[in-house]
């Protein structure tokens, strides 16, 4: 994944809205949810979910699909697993560092992401914001 791309979909997902719709629509899992339901999930009016959804679709991070006159919108777990895999590709070196992990590559079917970095306590330097 380039840099740009990366970016791109960062910043769509820096949205609120944009945010509480994808993680509802990761949360759905492969089949999705129609416009509607998300709507009424979230409380957000049509007209903005639309924006929202159009948004998410057009960086590659939501598919859509008609069923009769619904619109069902999913998320592109192959795009999430890219993403994760370029943020988390030199993780700790490029290797795993948890015992029995296995590196993550994006798209690897059953691969996630292993890092005890992200899950151990840490005495980091960074100042809290």
């Known amino acids: ?16 809205s944009r945010l509480s719709i994808y993680r509802a629509l990761v ?3 492969p089949q999705g949810l129609h416009a ?3 709507g009424e999930r979230l409380g957000l009016p049509a007209p ?8 998410l679709s ?3 991070l939501a598919r859509k699909r ?20 370029f943020l988390t590709s030199n993780c ?8 029995g992990a296995t ?8 691969s996630r992401p292993a890092c005890a970095a992200a899950i151990a306590p840490t005495t980091s330097s960074f100042a809290d914001s």
């Open 48 to 55: 903005t979910l639309s924006f929202h959804l159009a948004h």
């Open 92 to 99: 700790c070196g490029g290797n795993p560092c948890m015992p």
């Open 27 to 29: 949360e759905a899992g």
């Open 66 to 85: 008609h069923e009769g006159r619904f619109v069902i919108y999913a998320a592109d777990f192959p795009m999430m697993n890219d993403l994760l895999g």
């Open 103 to 110: 590196a993550f590559r994006g798209g690897e079917a059953g």
């Open 36 to 38: 509607g339901a998300i």
């Open 1 to 16: 994944m380039e840099t740009l791309h990366a970016a791109d979909l960062l910043a769509a997902l820096g949205h609120e």
């Open 58 to 60: 057009r960086v590659g």
